[in-house]
Protein backbone atom coordinates (compact mmCIF):
# COMPACT_ATOMS: atom_id res chain seq x y z
CA UNK A 1 0.00 0.00 0.00
CA UNK A 2 2.52 2.54 0.99
CA UNK A 3 4.53 1.45 -2.44
CA UNK A 4 1.80 1.86 -4.14
CA UNK A 5 1.44 5.56 -3.09
CA UNK A 6 4.93 5.84 -3.11
CA UNK A 7 4.81 4.71 -6.96
CA UNK A 8 2.19 6.89 -8.20
CA UNK A 9 4.08 10.01 -6.38
CA UNK A 10 7.25 9.46 -7.92
CA UNK A 11 5.48 8.61 -11.43
CA UNK A 12 3.59 11.94 -11.31
CA UNK A 13 6.81 13.97 -10.53
CA UNK A 14 8.21 11.98 -13.35
CA UNK A 15 6.24 12.70 -15.81
CA UNK A 16 5.58 16.35 -14.82
CA UNK A 17 9.28 16.79 -14.91
CA UNK A 18 9.97 15.16 -17.88
CA UNK A 19 7.59 17.46 -19.28
CA UNK A 20 9.16 20.15 -17.61
CA UNK A 21 12.82 19.33 -19.86
CA UNK A 22 10.96 19.41 -23.24
CA UNK A 23 9.00 22.74 -22.34
CA UNK A 24 11.63 24.96 -20.27
CA UNK A 25 13.35 27.36 -22.24
CA UNK A 26 16.22 27.61 -19.80
CA UNK A 27 18.88 24.72 -20.87
CA UNK A 28 20.28 24.86 -17.29
CA UNK A 29 16.55 24.72 -15.93
CA UNK A 30 15.70 21.79 -18.09
CA UNK A 31 19.22 19.76 -16.65
CA UNK A 32 17.93 19.93 -13.76
CA UNK A 33 14.22 18.88 -13.99
CA UNK A 34 16.26 15.69 -15.97
CA UNK A 35 18.15 14.76 -12.75
CA UNK A 36 14.52 15.13 -10.69
CA UNK A 37 13.39 12.57 -13.49
CA UNK A 38 15.89 10.84 -13.67
CA UNK A 39 15.85 10.58 -9.95
CA UNK A 40 12.27 9.52 -9.87
CA UNK A 41 12.87 6.84 -11.90
CA UNK A 42 14.84 5.26 -9.68
CA UNK A 43 12.61 5.72 -6.75
CA UNK A 44 10.29 3.76 -9.13
CA UNK A 45 12.96 1.29 -9.80
CA UNK A 46 13.36 0.45 -5.88
CA UNK A 47 9.29 0.19 -5.73
CA UNK A 48 10.14 -2.86 -8.40
CA UNK A 49 12.22 -3.94 -5.41
CA UNK A 50 15.27 -3.58 -8.07
CA UNK A 51 18.09 -1.95 -5.68
CA UNK A 52 20.96 -2.30 -8.63
CA UNK A 53 18.90 -0.74 -11.45
CA UNK A 54 18.23 2.22 -8.91
CA UNK A 55 21.91 2.23 -7.62
CA UNK A 56 22.55 2.38 -11.41
CA UNK A 57 19.98 5.15 -12.27
CA UNK A 58 21.88 7.54 -9.91
CA UNK A 59 24.95 6.29 -9.95
CA UNK A 60 25.20 6.53 -14.26
CA UNK A 61 22.09 9.04 -15.29
CA UNK A 62 22.53 11.53 -12.66
CA UNK A 63 26.41 10.84 -11.64
CA UNK A 64 27.86 10.92 -15.63
CA UNK A 65 25.11 11.90 -18.17
CA UNK A 66 23.73 14.49 -15.91
CA UNK A 67 27.01 16.09 -15.41
CA UNK A 68 28.52 15.61 -18.52
CA UNK A 69 25.09 17.68 -19.80
CA UNK A 70 26.03 19.84 -17.32
CA UNK A 71 29.43 20.12 -18.72
CA UNK A 72 27.79 20.75 -22.13
CA UNK A 73 26.11 23.54 -21.11
CA UNK A 74 29.46 25.24 -19.47
CA UNK A 75 31.10 24.64 -22.38
CA UNK A 76 28.83 26.87 -24.79
CA UNK A 77 28.12 30.10 -25.38
CA UNK A 78 24.51 32.16 -25.57
CA UNK A 79 22.31 29.53 -24.11
CA UNK A 80 20.56 31.45 -22.43
CA UNK A 81 17.38 31.59 -25.12
CA UNK A 82 17.64 27.99 -25.11
CA UNK A 83 16.87 25.93 -28.32
CA UNK A 84 16.34 27.78 -31.27
CA UNK A 85 13.02 26.13 -33.31
CA UNK A 86 14.00 25.52 -36.38
CA UNK A 87 12.73 23.79 -39.84
CA UNK A 88 12.82 20.42 -38.10
CA UNK A 89 9.85 21.38 -36.14
CA UNK A 90 7.61 19.02 -38.29
CA UNK A 91 9.60 15.88 -39.33
CA UNK A 92 10.73 15.64 -35.25
CA UNK A 93 6.47 15.85 -34.50
CA UNK A 94 5.75 13.26 -36.60
CA UNK A 95 8.35 10.59 -35.94
CA UNK A 96 7.46 11.76 -32.29
CA UNK A 97 3.48 10.88 -32.99
CA UNK A 98 4.67 7.42 -34.93
CA UNK A 99 6.82 6.22 -32.23
CA UNK A 100 4.45 7.32 -29.45
CA UNK A 101 1.83 5.20 -31.31
CA UNK A 102 4.29 2.14 -31.60
CA UNK A 103 4.93 1.96 -28.09
CA UNK A 104 1.26 2.49 -27.11
CA UNK A 105 0.08 0.16 -29.43
CA UNK A 106 2.75 -2.25 -28.63
CA UNK A 107 1.88 -1.75 -24.79
CA UNK A 108 -1.42 -2.25 -25.55
CA UNK A 109 -1.59 -5.43 -27.70
CA UNK A 110 1.67 -7.10 -25.08
CA UNK A 111 0.11 -9.96 -22.72
CA UNK A 112 2.49 -9.14 -20.22
CA UNK A 113 2.68 -12.41 -18.41
CA UNK A 114 4.13 -12.61 -14.99
CA UNK A 115 6.81 -14.45 -13.75
CA UNK A 116 5.89 -17.60 -11.81
CA UNK A 117 9.17 -16.94 -9.78
CA UNK A 118 9.16 -14.06 -6.80
CA UNK A 119 11.75 -11.38 -6.93
CA UNK A 120 14.62 -11.55 -4.51
CA UNK A 121 15.05 -9.28 -2.41
CA UNK A 122 18.19 -6.49 -2.55
CA UNK A 123 19.35 -9.03 -5.09
CA UNK A 124 22.52 -7.20 -5.95
CA UNK A 125 25.40 -9.26 -4.13
CA UNK A 126 23.81 -11.87 -6.63
CA UNK A 127 24.53 -10.13 -9.65
CA UNK A 128 28.06 -9.84 -7.95
CA UNK A 129 28.25 -13.31 -7.62
CA UNK A 130 27.75 -13.57 -11.24
CA UNK A 131 29.66 -11.34 -12.55
CA UNK A 132 33.08 -12.30 -10.82
CA UNK A 133 32.55 -16.02 -9.76
CA UNK A 134 35.27 -18.56 -11.31
CA UNK A 135 31.95 -20.46 -13.06
CA UNK A 136 30.57 -16.56 -13.58
CA UNK A 137 31.16 -13.68 -16.28
CA UNK A 138 34.52 -12.70 -15.30
CA UNK A 139 35.80 -12.89 -19.26
CA UNK A 140 32.56 -10.57 -20.48
CA UNK A 141 33.32 -8.13 -17.46
CA UNK A 142 37.22 -7.61 -18.60
CA UNK A 143 35.94 -7.28 -21.84
CA UNK A 144 33.59 -4.50 -20.88
CA UNK A 145 36.62 -2.93 -18.78
CA UNK A 146 39.01 -2.80 -22.14
CA UNK A 147 35.47 -1.55 -23.69
CA UNK A 148 35.69 1.37 -21.44
CA UNK A 149 39.59 1.89 -21.56
CA UNK A 150 38.93 1.94 -25.43
CA UNK A 151 36.29 4.76 -25.05
CA UNK A 152 38.46 6.81 -22.40
CA UNK A 153 41.45 6.67 -24.64
CA UNK A 154 39.30 6.96 -27.79
CA UNK A 155 37.92 10.12 -26.54
CA UNK A 156 41.48 12.15 -25.58
CA UNK A 157 43.14 11.21 -28.95
CA UNK A 158 39.85 12.41 -30.47
CA UNK A 159 39.81 15.63 -28.61
CA UNK A 160 42.86 16.72 -27.89
CA UNK A 161 45.04 19.68 -29.85
CA UNK A 162 47.79 18.79 -31.35
CA UNK B 1 5.59 -5.91 -1.92
CA UNK B 2 8.03 -4.10 -0.08
CA UNK B 3 7.83 -6.61 3.18
CA UNK B 4 11.37 -6.13 4.57
CA UNK B 5 12.22 -2.81 5.69
CA UNK B 6 16.05 -3.04 4.74
CA UNK B 7 18.31 -1.84 1.93
CA UNK B 8 15.35 -1.42 -0.58
CA UNK B 9 12.77 0.45 2.52
CA UNK B 10 16.26 3.09 3.16
CA UNK B 11 16.57 3.80 -1.12
CA UNK B 12 12.90 4.61 -0.92
CA UNK B 13 12.47 6.68 1.47
CA UNK B 14 16.08 8.57 0.41
CA UNK B 15 14.62 8.56 -3.64
CA UNK B 16 11.24 10.53 -1.97
CA UNK B 17 12.56 12.75 0.54
CA UNK B 18 15.08 14.20 -2.42
CA UNK B 19 12.25 14.33 -4.76
CA UNK B 20 10.63 16.09 -2.59
CA UNK B 21 13.21 18.37 -1.84
CA UNK B 22 13.51 19.44 -5.58
CA UNK B 23 9.93 19.86 -5.75
CA UNK B 24 9.19 21.54 -2.42
CA UNK B 25 12.70 23.84 -1.89
CA UNK B 26 12.03 25.75 -4.95
CA UNK B 27 8.68 26.39 -3.85
CA UNK B 28 9.21 27.13 -0.11
CA UNK B 29 11.51 29.79 -1.41
CA UNK B 30 8.91 31.48 -3.58
CA UNK B 31 6.16 31.54 -0.25
CA UNK B 32 8.90 33.54 1.56
CA UNK B 33 9.53 36.34 -1.55
CA UNK B 34 5.95 36.70 -0.85
CA UNK B 35 5.51 37.86 2.56
CA UNK B 36 9.05 40.01 2.13
CA UNK B 37 8.73 43.68 2.42
CA UNK B 38 11.03 45.18 -0.97
CA UNK B 39 13.04 48.25 -0.19
CA UNK B 40 16.21 47.76 -2.51
CA UNK B 41 18.88 50.29 -2.86
CA UNK B 42 22.44 49.65 -4.53
CA UNK B 43 24.03 48.22 -1.56
CA UNK B 44 21.36 45.40 -0.89
CA UNK B 45 22.36 44.94 -4.91
CA UNK B 46 26.41 44.91 -4.01
CA UNK B 47 28.23 41.29 -3.85
CA UNK B 48 27.43 39.37 -0.39
CA UNK B 49 30.12 40.28 1.94
CA UNK B 50 32.87 39.24 -0.67
CA UNK B 51 34.04 38.57 -3.61
CA UNK B 52 34.87 41.09 -6.73
CA UNK B 53 32.65 42.96 -8.88
CA UNK B 54 32.15 40.81 -11.73
CA UNK B 55 33.07 42.65 -15.44
CA UNK B 56 30.74 41.45 -18.20
CA UNK B 57 28.36 38.60 -17.95
CA UNK B 58 28.90 35.93 -15.93
CA UNK B 59 27.86 33.29 -18.21
CA UNK B 60 30.98 32.40 -19.97
CA UNK B 61 32.39 29.65 -21.87
CA UNK B 62 34.21 27.42 -19.56
CA UNK B 63 37.52 26.14 -20.36
CA UNK B 64 37.13 23.12 -23.03
CA UNK B 65 39.93 20.88 -21.11
CA UNK B 66 37.26 20.01 -18.18
CA UNK B 67 35.84 17.94 -21.14
CA UNK B 68 39.00 15.30 -20.04
CA UNK B 69 38.61 15.50 -16.58
CA UNK B 70 34.43 14.57 -17.63
CA UNK B 71 35.80 12.05 -19.80
CA UNK B 72 37.97 10.20 -17.12
CA UNK B 73 35.35 10.79 -14.48
CA UNK B 74 32.35 9.07 -16.83
CA UNK B 75 34.85 6.00 -16.93
CA UNK B 76 35.84 5.12 -13.64
CA UNK B 77 31.64 5.95 -12.71
CA UNK B 78 30.73 3.18 -15.17
CA UNK B 79 33.70 0.97 -13.62
CA UNK B 80 31.85 1.60 -10.15
CA UNK B 81 29.40 -0.14 -11.16
CA UNK B 82 31.10 -3.22 -11.99
CA UNK B 83 32.10 -2.55 -8.26
CA UNK B 84 29.41 -1.96 -6.39
CA UNK B 85 27.32 -5.06 -6.38
CA UNK B 86 31.24 -7.21 -6.35
CA UNK B 87 31.54 -5.05 -3.20
CA UNK B 88 28.50 -6.36 -1.90
CA UNK B 89 29.46 -9.97 -2.39
CA UNK B 90 32.68 -9.03 -1.25
CA UNK B 91 32.04 -10.75 2.07
CA UNK B 92 32.22 -14.25 0.97
CA UNK B 93 34.45 -14.28 -2.25
CA UNK B 94 37.78 -15.35 -2.48
CA UNK B 95 41.07 -14.69 -3.99
CA UNK B 96 39.84 -15.45 -7.78
CA UNK B 97 36.83 -12.81 -7.37
CA UNK B 98 39.56 -10.10 -5.83
CA UNK B 99 42.21 -10.80 -8.39
CA UNK B 100 39.14 -10.17 -11.04
CA UNK B 101 37.83 -6.75 -9.37
CA UNK B 102 41.76 -5.98 -9.26
CA UNK B 103 42.09 -6.46 -12.76
CA UNK B 104 39.55 -4.85 -13.88
CA UNK B 105 40.36 -2.14 -11.88
CA UNK B 106 43.92 -2.03 -13.65
CA UNK B 107 42.52 -2.35 -17.00
CA UNK B 108 40.45 1.05 -16.74
CA UNK B 109 43.48 2.96 -14.52
CA UNK B 110 45.97 1.80 -17.98
CA UNK B 111 43.16 5.07 -19.64
CA UNK B 112 43.93 7.15 -16.46
CA UNK B 113 47.65 6.73 -16.81
CA UNK B 114 47.83 7.25 -20.35
CA UNK B 115 45.73 10.63 -19.95
CA UNK B 116 48.66 11.29 -17.19
CA UNK B 117 51.18 10.21 -19.14
CA UNK B 118 49.60 12.83 -22.31
CA UNK B 119 49.35 15.66 -19.90
CA UNK B 120 46.13 16.53 -20.61
CA UNK B 121 45.44 16.78 -17.03
CA UNK B 122 48.27 19.72 -17.08
CA UNK B 123 46.98 23.16 -17.20
CA UNK B 124 48.96 24.55 -19.97
Known amino acids: MAVDIAFWILAAIAVVSAVAVVTLRDVFRAAIFLILCFFTTAGIFVTLNADFLAAMQVLVYIGAVAILLIFAILFTRDVQQGNPSNKLKVPAAIVGVVLLGVMVSSAVTFGWPESVYLPELADTADIGQRLFSENGYVVPVQIAGLMLLAAAIGAIVLMREK | ?124
Open chain 2, 1 to 124: MLNSFGLLGMFLIIAILVTAAFVLIPIALRLVGLGARRNPNTDKYTIYECGMVSVGKTHIQFNFRYYFFAVLFVAFDVLAIFLFPWALWMGNAGVFELGAAVLLVVIVLIGYLYAWKKGVMQWK
